[in-house]
Protein backbone atom coordinates (compact mmCIF):
# COMPACT_ATOMS: atom_id res chain seq x y z
CA UNK A 1 0.00 0.00 0.00
CA UNK A 2 1.48 3.31 -1.03
CA UNK A 3 2.57 6.21 1.60
CA UNK A 4 -0.63 8.28 0.04
CA UNK A 5 -3.25 5.43 0.30
CA UNK A 6 -2.02 4.79 4.03
CA UNK A 7 -1.93 9.14 4.45
CA UNK A 8 -5.62 9.19 2.91
CA UNK A 9 -6.38 5.97 5.30
CA UNK A 10 -5.39 7.73 8.38
CA UNK A 11 -7.15 11.10 7.92
CA UNK A 12 -10.61 9.34 6.94
CA UNK A 13 -10.13 7.29 10.41
CA UNK A 14 -9.46 10.71 12.19
CA UNK A 15 -12.51 12.89 10.68
CA UNK A 16 -14.70 9.66 12.04
CA UNK A 17 -13.20 9.78 15.20
CA UNK A 18 -14.06 13.66 14.91
CA UNK A 19 -17.70 12.76 13.69
CA UNK A 20 -18.40 9.93 16.59
CA UNK A 21 -17.14 12.73 19.08
CA UNK A 22 -18.71 15.30 18.29
CA UNK A 23 -22.32 13.25 17.75
CA UNK A 24 -21.60 11.85 21.20
CA UNK A 25 -20.25 15.14 22.53
CA UNK A 26 -23.82 16.71 21.15
CA UNK A 27 -25.71 13.93 22.59
CA UNK A 28 -24.44 13.79 25.95
CA UNK A 29 -25.28 18.06 26.09
CA UNK A 30 -28.89 17.16 24.74
CA UNK A 31 -29.39 14.32 27.25
CA UNK A 32 -27.94 16.71 29.76
CA UNK A 33 -30.13 19.93 28.63
CA UNK A 34 -33.38 17.39 29.28
CA UNK A 35 -32.23 16.01 32.62
CA UNK A 36 -30.47 18.58 34.41
CA UNK A 37 -33.35 20.61 34.71
CA UNK A 38 -35.60 18.06 35.69
CA UNK A 39 -33.32 16.08 38.15
CA UNK A 40 -31.69 19.99 39.38
CA UNK A 41 -33.83 22.56 38.57
CA UNK A 42 -31.47 25.34 40.22
CA UNK A 43 -28.38 24.35 37.94
CA UNK A 44 -30.41 24.16 34.67
CA UNK A 45 -31.98 27.61 34.99
CA UNK A 46 -28.43 29.47 36.28
CA UNK A 47 -26.79 27.46 33.12
CA UNK A 48 -29.82 29.53 30.94
CA UNK A 49 -29.14 32.68 32.29
CA UNK A 50 -25.36 32.40 31.60
CA UNK A 51 -26.02 31.24 27.74
CA UNK A 52 -28.62 34.26 27.80
CA UNK A 53 -25.98 36.71 29.06
CA UNK A 54 -23.88 35.24 26.32
CA UNK A 55 -25.66 34.75 23.16
CA UNK A 56 -28.80 36.66 24.18
CA UNK A 57 -32.60 35.27 24.86
CA UNK A 58 -33.65 34.07 21.59
CA UNK A 59 -31.24 30.95 20.75
CA UNK A 60 -31.99 30.03 24.26
CA UNK A 61 -35.58 30.42 23.93
CA UNK A 62 -35.28 28.18 20.85
CA UNK A 63 -33.17 25.89 22.59
CA UNK A 64 -35.44 25.49 25.94
CA UNK A 65 -38.06 25.06 23.39
CA UNK A 66 -36.43 21.89 22.27
CA UNK A 67 -35.75 20.24 25.64
CA UNK A 68 -39.12 21.07 26.77
CA UNK A 69 -40.57 19.09 24.01
CA UNK A 70 -38.04 16.49 24.26
CA UNK A 71 -39.35 16.13 28.49
CA UNK A 72 -42.81 15.86 27.15
CA UNK A 73 -41.83 13.19 24.56
CA UNK A 74 -40.34 10.95 27.38
CA UNK A 75 -43.11 11.90 30.01
CA UNK A 76 -45.74 10.77 26.73
CA UNK A 77 -43.61 7.49 26.34
CA UNK A 78 -43.77 6.83 30.14
CA UNK A 79 -47.35 7.16 30.05
CA UNK A 80 -48.12 4.63 27.33
CA UNK A 81 -46.38 2.77 28.88
CA UNK A 82 -47.47 3.10 32.31
CA UNK A 83 -51.11 4.36 31.12
CA UNK A 84 -50.38 6.20 35.04
CA UNK A 85 -51.36 9.66 34.99
CA UNK A 86 -50.32 10.41 38.07
CA UNK A 87 -52.05 12.93 40.36
CA UNK A 88 -50.76 16.34 42.03
CA UNK A 89 -48.83 15.48 45.08
CA UNK A 90 -49.68 17.64 47.88
CA UNK A 91 -46.73 18.69 50.58
CA UNK A 92 -48.31 17.54 53.82
CA UNK A 93 -47.68 19.90 56.59
CA UNK A 94 -48.85 17.16 59.23
CA UNK A 95 -45.41 15.74 58.88
CA UNK A 96 -42.07 17.13 58.75
CA UNK A 97 -41.01 16.40 55.61
CA UNK A 98 -38.13 17.58 53.01
CA UNK A 99 -40.57 19.72 51.23
CA UNK A 100 -41.10 22.28 54.67
CA UNK A 101 -38.87 23.80 57.13
CA UNK A 102 -38.50 26.19 60.12
CA UNK A 103 -37.16 29.61 59.03
CA UNK A 104 -36.20 32.30 61.34
CA UNK A 105 -36.84 35.41 59.60
CA UNK A 106 -34.56 37.58 58.57
CA UNK A 107 -34.25 40.95 59.90
CA UNK A 108 -32.60 43.28 57.56
CA UNK A 109 -29.93 46.16 59.10
CA UNK A 110 -30.23 49.03 60.13
CA UNK A 111 -34.33 48.97 59.68
CA UNK A 112 -37.12 46.55 58.41
CA UNK A 113 -38.14 47.04 54.78
CA UNK A 114 -40.94 49.33 54.23
CA UNK A 115 -44.62 47.48 53.80
CA UNK A 116 -45.02 46.52 50.32
CA UNK A 117 -49.02 47.75 48.85
CA UNK A 118 -51.40 47.87 52.22
CA UNK A 119 -54.04 49.90 51.32
CA UNK A 120 -57.22 49.78 54.16
CA UNK A 121 -59.22 46.85 53.59
CA UNK A 122 -62.63 47.40 52.08
CA UNK A 123 -65.81 46.21 54.19
CA UNK A 124 -67.29 43.16 53.48
CA UNK A 125 -70.44 44.43 52.83
CA UNK A 126 -69.09 47.04 50.35
CA UNK A 127 -68.30 44.34 48.19
CA UNK A 128 -70.74 41.51 48.55
CA UNK A 129 -73.92 42.96 49.64
CA UNK A 130 -75.01 44.36 52.98
CA UNK A 131 -77.11 41.57 55.09
CA UNK A 132 -80.77 41.53 55.19
CA UNK A 133 -83.25 44.43 56.08
CA UNK A 134 -86.73 43.95 57.28
CA UNK A 135 -89.08 47.08 55.42
CA UNK A 136 -91.52 47.50 57.92
CA UNK A 137 -95.18 48.01 56.25
CA UNK A 138 -97.04 51.78 56.72
CA UNK A 139 -100.47 52.11 56.47
CA UNK A 140 -101.70 55.08 55.11
CA UNK A 141 -103.63 57.99 57.26
CA UNK A 142 -107.64 58.40 57.95
CA UNK A 143 -109.95 56.18 54.79
CA UNK A 144 -106.94 54.83 52.79
CA UNK A 145 -106.39 51.18 51.64
CA UNK A 146 -104.13 49.91 53.43
CA UNK A 147 -101.04 49.20 51.84
CA UNK A 148 -100.20 45.32 51.12
CA UNK A 149 -96.48 44.42 53.36
CA UNK A 150 -93.81 44.20 50.75
CA UNK A 151 -91.73 40.74 50.69
CA UNK A 152 -88.76 40.66 52.97
CA UNK A 153 -85.23 41.10 50.71
CA UNK A 154 -83.61 37.69 50.34
CA UNK A 155 -79.66 38.08 51.81
CA UNK A 156 -77.68 37.06 49.06
CA UNK A 157 -75.80 34.23 50.55
CA UNK A 158 -72.19 34.07 50.21
CA UNK A 159 -70.39 30.81 50.13
CA UNK A 160 -67.14 30.47 51.50
CA UNK A 161 -64.05 29.72 49.50
CA UNK A 162 -64.39 25.91 49.68
CA UNK A 163 -68.42 25.76 48.67
CA UNK A 164 -68.70 28.38 45.89
CA UNK A 165 -68.96 27.38 42.78
CA UNK A 166 -67.67 26.52 40.55
CA UNK A 167 -66.80 23.02 41.88
CA UNK A 168 -63.72 21.89 40.13
CA UNK A 169 -61.35 18.82 39.64
CA UNK A 170 -61.23 16.75 42.56
CA UNK A 171 -63.22 18.77 44.64
CA UNK A 172 -62.22 22.18 46.56
CA UNK A 173 -60.26 21.41 49.93
CA UNK A 174 -59.85 23.26 52.67
CA UNK A 175 -55.66 23.99 53.58
CA UNK A 176 -53.88 26.81 55.24
CA UNK A 177 -54.47 29.38 58.13
CA UNK A 178 -58.48 29.95 59.23
CA UNK A 179 -60.01 33.44 59.65
CA UNK A 180 -60.85 34.16 63.64
CA UNK A 181 -64.08 32.65 63.08
CA UNK A 182 -62.75 29.09 61.55
CA UNK A 183 -63.90 30.61 57.61
CA UNK A 184 -61.20 29.02 55.44
CA UNK A 185 -59.14 31.23 53.80
CA UNK A 186 -57.84 28.82 50.98
CA UNK A 187 -59.11 26.10 49.13
CA UNK A 188 -56.97 23.57 46.67
CA UNK A 189 -58.15 21.26 43.95
CA UNK A 190 -56.43 18.99 41.18
CA UNK A 191 -56.94 19.50 37.48
CA UNK A 192 -56.87 17.62 34.52
CA UNK A 193 -56.79 20.61 31.76
CA UNK A 194 -55.84 18.86 28.69
CA UNK A 195 -57.47 15.83 27.25
CA UNK A 196 -54.13 15.19 24.91
CA UNK A 197 -51.61 14.54 27.79
CA UNK A 198 -53.49 12.42 30.52
CA UNK A 199 -50.15 12.89 32.17
CA UNK A 200 -50.59 16.92 32.77
CA UNK A 201 -51.50 17.95 36.35
CA UNK A 202 -52.64 21.17 37.85
CA UNK A 203 -52.67 22.75 41.36
CA UNK A 204 -55.26 25.27 41.60
CA UNK A 205 -55.56 27.16 44.66
CA UNK A 206 -58.40 29.66 45.40
CA UNK A 207 -58.35 32.79 48.37
CA UNK A 208 -60.63 34.53 49.64
CA UNK A 209 -60.40 37.82 49.44
CA UNK A 210 -63.03 39.15 51.64
CA UNK A 211 -60.46 37.53 54.40
CA UNK A 212 -57.15 38.32 52.96
CA UNK A 213 -54.92 40.70 51.11
CA UNK A 214 -53.18 39.98 47.90
CA UNK A 215 -49.48 42.27 48.25
CA UNK A 216 -46.70 42.83 45.11
CA UNK A 217 -42.72 42.92 46.02
CA UNK A 218 -40.06 43.80 43.32
CA UNK A 219 -37.09 41.87 43.40
CA UNK A 220 -34.00 43.01 44.07
CA UNK A 221 -32.71 42.80 40.61
CA UNK A 222 -35.86 41.77 38.71
CA UNK A 223 -37.50 43.40 36.55
CA UNK A 224 -34.43 45.46 35.76
CA UNK A 225 -35.51 49.61 35.65
CA UNK A 226 -36.13 50.77 32.63
CA UNK A 227 -33.61 52.99 30.98
CA UNK A 228 -34.49 56.97 32.39
CA UNK A 229 -36.62 55.47 35.66
CA UNK A 230 -35.21 56.43 38.95
CA UNK A 231 -34.38 53.51 40.83
CA UNK A 232 -34.95 53.01 44.69
CA UNK A 233 -34.32 50.24 47.34
CA UNK A 234 -35.97 47.17 46.96
CA UNK A 235 -35.71 44.91 49.86
CA UNK A 236 -37.00 41.92 47.85
CA UNK A 237 -38.58 40.76 51.11
CA UNK A 238 -41.72 40.10 53.06
CA UNK A 239 -41.78 43.11 55.58
CA UNK A 240 -41.38 41.93 59.21
CA UNK A 241 -44.97 43.69 59.91
CA UNK A 242 -46.66 41.09 57.85
CA UNK A 243 -44.11 37.90 58.15
CA UNK A 244 -43.94 38.00 62.20
CA UNK A 245 -47.78 39.23 63.41
CA UNK A 246 -49.59 35.90 62.76
CA UNK A 247 -50.86 37.10 59.49
CA UNK A 248 -48.79 35.57 56.69
CA UNK A 249 -50.53 33.51 54.78
CA UNK A 250 -48.56 32.27 50.99
CA UNK A 251 -46.43 33.68 48.84
CA UNK A 252 -45.96 32.74 45.43
CA UNK A 253 -43.75 33.51 41.96
CA UNK A 254 -44.36 36.54 39.71
CA UNK A 255 -43.54 37.20 36.19
CA UNK A 256 -40.96 36.80 33.53
CA UNK A 257 -37.47 38.70 33.65
CA UNK A 258 -37.55 42.22 31.99
CA UNK A 259 -35.14 40.59 29.60
CA UNK A 260 -38.54 38.35 28.37
CA UNK A 261 -40.37 41.09 27.51
CA UNK A 262 -40.26 44.12 29.58
CA UNK A 263 -43.82 43.70 30.57
CA UNK A 264 -44.51 46.45 33.17
CA UNK A 265 -43.96 46.70 36.81
CA UNK A 266 -44.98 49.55 39.33
CA UNK A 267 -44.46 49.76 42.89
CA UNK A 268 -46.38 52.04 45.29
CA UNK A 269 -46.64 54.64 42.56
CA UNK A 270 -42.63 54.12 41.35
CA UNK A 271 -42.47 52.65 37.49
CA UNK A 272 -40.00 50.34 37.23
CA UNK A 273 -40.61 49.06 33.99
CA UNK A 274 -43.52 51.14 31.53
CA UNK A 275 -46.98 49.14 31.24
CA UNK A 276 -47.35 47.63 27.56
CA UNK A 277 -50.62 48.44 25.88
CA UNK A 278 -52.87 45.15 25.35
CA UNK A 279 -50.21 43.08 27.77
CA UNK A 280 -52.09 40.93 30.93
CA UNK A 281 -52.19 43.64 34.01
CA UNK A 282 -52.74 42.63 37.85
CA UNK A 283 -53.81 46.18 39.39
CA UNK A 284 -53.34 47.40 42.92
CA UNK A 285 -55.69 49.98 44.03
CA UNK A 286 -56.00 52.32 46.73
CA UNK A 287 -58.92 51.28 48.36
CA UNK A 288 -57.50 47.60 48.26
CA UNK A 289 -59.32 46.24 45.57
CA UNK A 290 -57.58 44.03 42.57
CA UNK A 291 -58.03 43.89 39.19
CA UNK A 292 -57.09 41.52 36.65
CA UNK A 293 -57.70 42.72 32.81
CA UNK A 294 -55.55 44.25 29.50
CA UNK A 295 -53.95 47.43 29.68
CA UNK A 296 -56.03 50.03 27.33
CA UNK A 297 -58.86 47.99 27.96
CA UNK A 298 -59.72 47.07 31.62
CA UNK A 299 -56.65 48.50 33.31
CA UNK A 300 -55.22 52.08 32.67
CA UNK A 301 -53.55 54.56 34.79
CA UNK A 302 -55.62 56.30 37.00
CA UNK A 303 -55.13 58.20 39.92
CA UNK A 304 -56.29 55.07 42.85
CA UNK A 305 -53.45 52.64 40.67
CA UNK A 306 -50.67 52.52 42.92
CA UNK A 307 -48.94 49.01 41.80
CA UNK A 308 -49.41 46.50 38.68
CA UNK A 309 -47.56 43.57 37.52
CA UNK A 310 -48.00 42.50 33.75
CA UNK A 311 -47.07 39.71 31.50
CA UNK A 312 -47.71 38.05 28.58
CA UNK A 313 -51.80 38.47 26.64
CA UNK A 314 -54.40 37.83 28.76
CA UNK A 315 -54.77 33.43 28.93
CA UNK A 316 -58.92 33.73 30.10
CA UNK A 317 -60.51 37.40 29.42
CA UNK A 318 -64.09 37.41 30.19
CA UNK A 319 -64.49 33.72 30.90
CA UNK A 320 -63.16 32.67 27.61
CA UNK A 321 -59.94 30.95 27.19
CA UNK A 322 -58.17 32.83 24.76
CA UNK A 323 -57.80 32.00 20.94
CA UNK A 324 -54.81 31.27 19.16
CA UNK A 325 -53.00 31.29 22.33
CA UNK A 326 -50.14 28.44 21.34
CA UNK A 327 -48.82 30.32 18.61
CA UNK A 328 -45.70 31.08 19.22
CA UNK A 329 -45.48 34.97 18.75
CA UNK A 330 -42.36 36.09 21.21
CA UNK A 331 -43.37 40.16 20.29
CA UNK A 332 -46.52 39.40 22.41
CA UNK A 333 -45.66 36.36 24.49
CA UNK A 334 -42.02 36.75 25.29
CA UNK A 335 -38.56 35.45 24.67
CA UNK A 336 -39.44 31.77 26.50
CA UNK A 337 -39.40 28.55 25.58
CA UNK A 338 -43.01 29.23 23.51
CA UNK A 339 -46.36 28.48 24.31
CA UNK A 340 -46.60 25.44 22.41
CA UNK A 341 -44.03 23.38 24.89
CA UNK A 342 -45.58 21.42 27.98
CA UNK A 343 -43.53 22.37 30.87
CA UNK A 344 -43.75 23.76 34.18
CA UNK A 345 -45.96 26.97 34.23
CA UNK A 346 -48.32 29.23 36.55
CA UNK A 347 -50.87 31.65 36.36
CA UNK A 348 -53.09 34.28 38.11
CA UNK A 349 -56.50 34.67 37.77
CA UNK A 350 -60.14 36.54 39.26
CA UNK A 351 -63.51 35.69 40.28
CA UNK A 352 -65.93 37.90 38.26
CA UNK A 353 -67.44 39.14 41.24
CA UNK A 354 -63.70 39.79 42.40
CA UNK A 355 -63.78 37.93 45.09
CA UNK A 356 -61.64 35.03 44.65
CA UNK A 357 -57.91 35.20 43.61
CA UNK A 358 -57.28 31.95 41.93
CA UNK A 359 -53.40 30.61 41.48
CA UNK A 360 -52.58 27.48 39.09
CA UNK A 361 -49.32 25.48 38.46
CA UNK A 362 -48.57 22.26 36.87
CA UNK A 363 -46.22 20.47 35.08
CA UNK A 364 -47.13 19.26 30.84
CA UNK A 365 -48.85 22.45 30.49
CA UNK A 366 -48.95 24.61 27.22
CA UNK A 367 -50.13 27.97 27.47
CA UNK A 368 -53.61 26.83 26.09
CA UNK A 369 -53.78 24.60 29.04
CA UNK A 370 -53.14 26.83 31.99
CA UNK A 371 -55.84 28.79 30.48
CA UNK A 372 -58.06 26.02 30.60
CA UNK A 373 -56.52 25.03 34.15
CA UNK A 374 -57.39 28.63 35.47
CA UNK A 375 -60.94 28.88 33.68
CA UNK A 376 -62.12 25.53 35.40
CA UNK A 377 -60.88 27.68 38.57
CA UNK A 378 -64.00 29.99 37.96
CA UNK A 379 -61.08 32.50 36.85
CA UNK A 380 -62.62 35.13 34.79
CA UNK A 381 -60.02 36.87 33.92
CA UNK A 382 -56.59 35.28 34.01
CA UNK A 383 -52.96 35.57 33.50
CA UNK A 384 -49.31 33.50 32.94
CA UNK A 385 -47.03 34.21 35.53
CA UNK A 386 -43.60 32.89 35.67
CA UNK A 387 -42.59 29.53 33.65
CA UNK A 388 -40.03 26.93 34.08
CA UNK A 389 -39.90 24.27 37.38
CA UNK A 390 -37.05 26.39 38.65
CA UNK A 391 -39.25 29.64 38.67
CA UNK A 392 -42.97 28.11 39.82
CA UNK A 393 -43.20 27.99 43.53
CA UNK A 394 -46.04 28.76 46.56
CA UNK A 395 -44.98 28.49 50.11
CA UNK A 396 -47.51 28.48 52.91
CA UNK A 397 -46.44 29.83 56.38
CA UNK A 398 -47.55 28.62 59.87
CA UNK A 399 -46.00 30.26 63.20
CA UNK A 400 -43.70 27.37 64.52
CA UNK A 401 -45.50 29.79 68.25
CA UNK A 402 -46.62 33.18 68.34
CA UNK A 403 -43.45 35.82 68.83
CA UNK A 404 -40.59 33.06 68.13
CA UNK A 405 -39.87 35.10 64.82
CA UNK A 406 -39.27 31.77 63.29
CA UNK A 407 -42.11 30.32 60.25
CA UNK A 408 -42.61 26.70 59.07
CA UNK A 409 -42.81 27.31 55.18
CA UNK A 410 -44.49 24.60 53.13
CA UNK A 411 -43.97 24.29 49.63
CA UNK A 412 -47.86 23.83 47.96
CA UNK A 413 -46.50 20.61 46.23
CA UNK A 414 -43.74 18.09 46.32
CA UNK A 415 -42.48 18.51 43.53
CA UNK A 416 -41.77 22.31 43.66
CA UNK A 417 -37.92 23.15 44.29
CA UNK A 418 -36.56 26.32 45.65
CA UNK A 419 -35.68 26.87 49.20
CA UNK A 420 -38.03 27.42 52.20
CA UNK A 421 -36.10 30.77 53.33
CA UNK A 422 -37.52 31.98 49.85
CA UNK A 423 -39.45 35.29 50.01
CA UNK A 424 -38.38 35.63 53.57
CA UNK A 425 -34.69 36.88 53.09
CA UNK A 426 -33.69 38.74 50.00
CA UNK A 427 -34.72 37.61 46.46
CA UNK A 428 -33.92 38.95 43.39
CA UNK A 429 -37.35 38.36 41.48
CA UNK A 430 -40.71 39.70 42.02
CA UNK A 431 -43.42 37.80 43.78
CA UNK A 432 -46.29 37.76 45.06
CA UNK A 433 -47.51 37.53 49.31
CA UNK A 434 -50.78 36.78 51.02
CA UNK A 435 -52.31 38.28 54.72
CA UNK A 436 -55.30 37.54 56.41
CA UNK A 437 -56.92 40.85 56.61
CA UNK A 438 -57.65 40.55 60.69
CA UNK A 439 -56.37 38.26 62.70
CA UNK A 440 -55.82 34.36 61.78
CA UNK A 441 -56.31 31.09 63.83
CA UNK A 442 -52.94 29.13 63.49
CA UNK A 443 -54.06 26.50 63.74
CA UNK A 444 -54.08 25.38 59.63
CA UNK A 445 -56.36 22.88 58.40
CA UNK A 446 -54.75 19.76 57.89
CA UNK A 447 -55.93 17.67 55.13
CA UNK A 448 -54.80 14.50 53.75
CA UNK A 449 -53.32 14.75 50.35
CA UNK A 450 -56.17 14.34 47.79
CA UNK A 451 -56.63 11.04 45.92
Same mark, same amino acid.
Given at each position: MSNMMKG??????????????????????????????????????????????VVGPEPVALLESTVFQLQDTLNRAKYNVTHDGGQVAWASSAVLTQTQSIVTYYQPTPAAPPTAVSPAPIPHALKYGSPATTTTPTTPASTATP %? =???? !????????????? #???? @???????GMLSPDQTPIMARTALKPDPSRPYANAAAIRIDLSLARLHLVPGT????????????NRPGVIPASDALNNVLVAAFNGGFKAIHGKYGMM????????? %? =???? !????????????? #???? @????????????QNCPLLVDQGRVR??????????????????????????????DGRFLIYVAGNSLTAQTLGNALQQAGAYYGMQLDINGFYTRFYTYEPVKPGSGSLQAVRLLQAMSGSATQYLTPYPRDFFYVTALTGTNIDAVRQPTMR
Open positions: TRRRALKLRRVFLLTVAMLALALAGAVTIPAVAPDAGASIADFLRS %V =KPRP !TPTAVVIKNVVDA #APAA @GTGWQAFLEPTFAPGEPSFFNGKVILPP %V =KGIA !TVGFYRDGSIRIG #AWGV @GITQTADLISYRPNINIADVLSWGYTGGNPAATWRSGLGLSQ
